[in-house]
């Protein structure tokens, strides 16, 4: 079984969420818009094709049998497919809720950067971006970052959840941390120290051995000025 | 077994996505901050008190050994639990990915009157907001409506997904509705014709017996200009 991924491709956006766990935990995948010549063509013909799976929008996994969408979703289903994280429901359960949570702040971040809509340029929206940024530094992050700071430090394992193994909560906030330092680097430099758990979670993270080949390989993009993490320094202070 | 229900009292804001499946299949439940005297503090009391079952927000639903947050994660479980919507892994999934769709459309719709922070007051972003407005009214419902229409129109029965009974999905899409109607009423009256077959969902819904007393009685809150679903009339045009 080799998963069809379909993702916009040259932009880590939300598809990193869930190339990491494919890529940490080797689950065998086909990137097919990374594949493809035009890959932006391609995930739009894909949608526009596949209308009968009902994604109603990328990132989606595709197993033969079934079409999955929604980020949170589609990591539901690789913990549960692949015993990644909690064994029992009622901790399934609370993964669910904390990528929800993660999917919730992954869209606060990049209405920072288009606050007005997704339909006009960053270049037309860029005061209200620099209100929004503004608030999102001061009040945001903190009240986010400390509630995940909260959750790794309510047990003493290694990892986000309880449990001696990495699970999707563990890629999604290095993954969140990454992004976040990548867009605010003054104010996430300042605020770096007050939530050491979740740093160390974050390096444990991408030591894993196959994620850090991922990491290093050509087949991770790098952060740049599309998708949900951007750096524009007129939105960063410390 | 009675759950505790916590979410900001005199609003529906995103606590009728729960309180409607509820009613509608009388499960037990008690509606904590509306039964308290000052419903607001109560709820703000709850969240500090409880920090340690990790909710970021409300809707919250404690079964007792469980405390359970996020609307899509919340809905999984009644879903599952009280043995509404599919009843194999697969469909659940799917319902839970419409669930995700759905939050994702009910966030946008706040940001439509928040776009630039909930850090502000509506007065203090209004031209944000107006011009906001028109790009969700242009582009976002009509995305939105044709998906959950193409989605009901995949199968010949009489409610959102195939089988005979109602889900949580239901519910969600004929609350989800009333709300758009609320916020863009000159709006959603020139769109309705497009999308005929989710509105008769809406009906069949709210004419669910318990769903229907629920609706009539004063424990429904209106819509006003709290919470998600607001009537600023300059947010609104054909
Ligand atoms: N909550 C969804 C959001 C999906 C989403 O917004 N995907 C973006 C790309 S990262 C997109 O193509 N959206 C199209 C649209 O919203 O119309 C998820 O986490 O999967
Ligand atoms: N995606 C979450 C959103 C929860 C949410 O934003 N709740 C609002 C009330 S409707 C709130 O109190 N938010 C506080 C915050 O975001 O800081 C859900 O669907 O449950």
Redesign the interface.
Known sequence: MVYDFWYWPTLPGRGDFIRYPLEAAQIPYTDCARDAEDGFAAVAEHLEAK??C???AVPLLETG??S???T??IL??LNQEHGLGPSDA?GM??L???Q??I??IT?EVH?VHH???T??YYEDQRD?AI??AE??RE?RIPK?LA?FE??AN?HDGDWLLEGDSWSTGDTSIAYLLDGLHFMFPLRMAALQSDYPTIHQIQQKTFALEYLDAYRASDRCAAFGTEGIFRNYPELDAA
Chains 1, 2 share one sequence.
């Open positions: 209308q009968g009902h994604a109603f049998s079934e999955i969408a929604q949170a979703n539901l289903f009622a359960r609370y669910n809720q904390l929800c949570d999917a919730d869209e209405a606050p007005i809509s339909a006009f209200a209100q929004s608030k999102f009040q986010y509630h909260r959750i309510a």
